[in-house]
Nanobody
């Protein structure tokens, strides 16, 4: 089994940037999909971005295209979500999660969080003046 741990959240003004990290440990040898979700109170988790660990393909929800990017550092078993031009509506708890297949489902905005089998504890991002 894989364990995931997010870090890097915090408070930032609109237009600012943050980089979230997701450190993986345990079964890191499998080339799966690493997804990023976010959740606000009273709402279900929504998919934001994904990365095919094996081939580096990335997927972004329409709401974050042009502002967010995903990347990985294979030597560190760490994945990143770079968030630029942040907006107040980006305020949420952010989670990384593993989809146990080689490729991410397309269209992160339509992901079902129940299809992901390992989760980090989350890191809070607050965007406010």
């Amino acid at each position: 089994q894989v364990q995931l741990a997010e870090s890097g959240g915090g408070s930032v003004q609109p237009g600012g940037s943050l980089r979230l990290s997701c450190a993986a440990s345990g079964d890191t040898h499998s080339s799966n999909c690493l997804g990023w979700f976010r959740q606000t109170p009273g709402k279900e988790r929504e998919g934001v971005a994904g990365l095919d660990v094996g081939n580096g393909a990335t997927y972004l929800a329409d709401s974050v295209k042009g502002r967010f990017t995903v990347s990985q550092d294979n030597a560190k078993n760490t994945y990143y979500l770079q968030m630029n031009s942040l907006k107040p509506e980006d305020t949420a708890m952010y989670y990384c999660a593993r989809f146990p297949f080689y490729r991410c489902p397309e269209l992160p905005g339509s992901w079902a969080y129940r299809d992901f089998d390992a989760w980090g504890q989350g890191t809070l991002v607050t965007v406010a003046s």
